[in-house]
């Protein structure tokens, strides 16, 4: 069973995060990602990079990914 740390370890793994949280039942989970990655994506597109990120983890171990997507910069307007 996939765990939140686990989750996260894959995410990180893969994409250079400045912040990275990930809360979950094992089944359904929720993230806070913050990367420079996500600079000019759009909401989609900034999700692909995750999933791409994920690879076949998202089909196989993931049911369910809430994502908040966000740059350094979002993320210090935001009060990260």
Not at 66 to 80: D, H, Q, V, Y
Request: hydrophobic residues 40%; contains cysteine.
């Amino acid at each position: 069973m996939v765990t939140p740390e686990k989750l996260q370890g894959y995410i990180a793994g893969a994409l250079a995060c400045e912040h990275l949280q990930v809360v979950g039942d094992g089944q359904h989970f929720e993230a806070v990602i913050v990367s420079a990655a996500f600079q000019g994506k759009n909401r989609v597109q900034r999700h692909q990079v995750v999933y791409a990120a994920l690879g076949d983890r998202m089909r196989e171990e993931v049911h369910a990914l809430s994502m908040k997507t966000l740059t350094p910069e979002e993320w210090a307007l935001n009060g990260g």
